[in-house]
Nanobody, 121 residues
Framework: QVHVIESGGGPVQPGDSLRLSCFAF????????MGWFRRAPEKEREFVAG????????DYVDSVKGRFVISRDNAKNVVNLQMNNLQPDDTAIYYC??????????????WGQGTQVTVSS
């Protein structure tokens, strides 16, 4: 089974940074990509960022390029999302996800419970 849990959200002001972390327990040996979705208030979930196990395949939604950095710490089975220069439009519940391949990150196999990020003055 695959269990995903994320943390690191919280209230911040515009321009601040947060670092989200996600731990994925995978006893299937089938998870080779992880990433993040978010759901803003009254909006649909959107893909934010993804990374494969090797870290050589990375994707971001256009709105976070240049501000967010996704990375992996494979020794700890952790994926991080460094979020810089946060803006009110980044306010959302952020979900860590896991998939069997990088190409399948848009339809993840497993979801975390979500962590709230609130950006306001």
């Amino acid at each position: 089974q695959v269990h995903v849990i994320e943390s690191g959200g919280g209230p911040v002001q515009p321009g601040d940074s947060l670092r989200l972390s996600c731990f994925a327990f995978d006893d299937t040996g089938m998870i080779f990509a992880m990433g993040w979705f978010r759901r803003a208030p009254e909006k649909e979930r959107e893909f934010v960022a993804g990374i494969n196990w090797r870290g050589d395949r990375i994707d971001y939604v256009d709105s976070v390029k240049g501000r967010f950095v996704i990375s992996r710490d494979n020794a700890k089975n952790v994926v991080n999302l460094q979020m810089n220069n946060l803006q009110p439009d980044d306010t959302a519940i952020y979900y860590c996800v896991a998939a069997t391949s990088f190409s399948k990150l848009k339809t993840p196999d497993s979801w975390g419970q979500g962590t709230q990020v609130t950006v306001s003055s």
